[in-house]
């Protein structure tokens, strides 16, 4: 059931807010690096899954989640990485929002660590065969790649991830408490004549051609 509340709260300006939080720990504010070492390295070729955050020109923001085989991003060098487009569902909100606006951060999460990394910097798309290549999966090459201009990169301590529970398999239960995908669209669109199990067939015709 939806909620609401009397009016709107109010914003708080950036002078406030460090008012309220404070100044960060030495060790925060100098763990930021400018390229990717070892250990970046290590974590980004074990991770099967990250978050994409772009904006667009207007300021429109989107958040998109990238997943594959651990590995699936590739570092090209200390301060570039290579990230596939694998088949989707066509919106390319990230593509468009790069076009217009560079900036993009990434969040890499390993299943079971409760750190994950973070890495800023600008972004845009390629077709360049020799890293379409590289990023080949079970014989299929990927048509694009997102190319990432490494400006900073950090761990980011496990707070999050151990209040949330995310890795504890207790927590898992939760799935079965949210509709499912075609659920919630036969809902919200109601398309004419197709309804929550002929959506579902869909779907999962889909999901049997990940690359």
């Known amino acids: 059931m939806a909620t609401s509340v009397d009016r709107r709260p109010a914003a708080l300006s950036p002078q406030r807010v460090r008012e309220i939080i404070g100044e960060p720990e030495a060790l925060a504010a100098a763990k930021v690096q400018p390229a990717l070492d070892v250990h970046f390295r290590r974590f980004i070729a074990h991770s ?3 978050c994409m955050a ?4 207007d300021g429109t923001a989107d958040c998109s989640p ?4 651990p590995g699936f991003v590739k570092v090209l060098d200390d301060t570039t990485v290579a990230i596939p487009d694998r088949v989707g569902n066509a919106r390319i909100d990230s593509f468009e929002n790069l076009a217009t606006n560079s900036s993009i951060g990434l ?4 299943p079971g660590h409760r750190e994950t990394l973070r890495v800023n910097g ?4 390629t077709e360049d065969d020799d890293v379409l290549t590289r990023l080949q999966v079970e014989g299929k090459t990927p048509r694009l790649a997102v190319i ?5 990169a950090f761990i980011h301590c496990g707070r999050a991830i151990i209040r949330s529970r995310l890795w504890d398999p207790d927590s898992q239960t939760l799935a079965a408490e949210v509709p499912s995908m075609a659920d919630m669209v036969a809902d919200q669109i109601r398309p004419e004549g197709l309804d929550a199990e002929t959506i579902n067939g ?3 015709v889909g999901y049997k051609t990940l690359f």
């Open 48 to 50: 099967p899954f990250l």
């Open 54 to 57: 772009t904006s667009h020109a």
């Open 66 to 69: 990238r997943g594959d085989y």
């Open 107 to 110: 969040i890499f999460l390993v």
């Open 122 to 125: 600008k972004g845009y798309l």
């Open 148 to 152: 990432v201009e490494v400006e900073e």
């Open 202 to 204: 869909v779907v999962e």
